[in-house]
């Protein structure tokens, strides 16, 4: 098939042409929005399902766009990382976020033992100062990485790369908590996982929403959660969109859980509100 693909080129496609300047704007757009810091951080809580409380929340990234409004992590991390922006983007994303962190913890008593998920893309640990940069945000920020849940995919796993296998051990020595995230998606093999210092599974919002449709036998969740507490780890349900859904992972003792039964994301200065909202928290 390669071989063949060759003669494509010759070939004037129009939609291609319009692909290219997009993505072109697309990437100046983003140098120019990384520079300008057109990010927003938003908050999504994690409820803990044994107490019904915040165990903490996850970062998720925005970009406020001048002109085309807020544009969603899906349509962007792709071309940043494709152009080498997501290292400046995700450092300052996990920077700013663990200085949010300590403003929540210092708020109240009640919020001292607040997590805070950060999401890393995988190309972070391609670059040799990775470690050191982590060591500088703790510094900076106070920030016990203890609280810090950093959340890679199972592709990330999967590489079964020496260098990467050594940066997550450096991360779990440094005390960081270890999440796969979209867990299922990725086809890890169970060997593979077993072999790196992780503490939970986050299970993919697909396999959560199968769960309703499957009333029967719940899908996949089970075996995952079961997967999960065999090898010591923690499990996270994303995607709770239900009641049911969050009865059926209760009985199926499920640790934590997000989805917009509790909360969609928050803008930064909504999170206290929200909290002080619900007097179970
Ligand atoms: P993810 O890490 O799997 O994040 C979960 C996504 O599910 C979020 O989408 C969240 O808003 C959405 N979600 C939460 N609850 C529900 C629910 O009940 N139902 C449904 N249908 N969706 C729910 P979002 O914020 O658009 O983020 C999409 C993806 O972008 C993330 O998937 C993550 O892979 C990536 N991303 C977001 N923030 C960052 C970041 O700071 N750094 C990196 N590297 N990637 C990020
Ligand atoms: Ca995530
Ligand atoms: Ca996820
Ligand atoms: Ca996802």
Known sequence: AKSSGRAQYHVFDPDMHFKAIQILE???DLRRAVEREEFLIYYQPIISLATGKIAGFEALVRWQHPTKGMIPPTEFI????EIGLIYTLNIWIFKTALKQLKIWQKHSAFLENITININLSARLFSYPDFGAVVDNIIAETQVNPS???LEITESVIMENNDIVRGILQQL????FKLVIDDFGTGYSSLSYLHSFPLNALKIDKSFVKRMQDNQENMGL???MIGISHSMGMLTIAEGVE???QLA???TLNCDLAQGFLFSQPLKQELVLDFIASNPQW
């Open 221 to 223: 969740v089970p075996a």
């Open 26 to 28: 697309l990437e100046n």
């Open 248 to 250: 059926q992972l209760r």
């Open 78 to 81: 792709p071309a940043a990382e």
């Open 172 to 175: 779990k020595q440094k005390k």
């Open 147 to 149: 609280y810090v849940e």
């Open 242 to 244: 239900t009641q049911e």
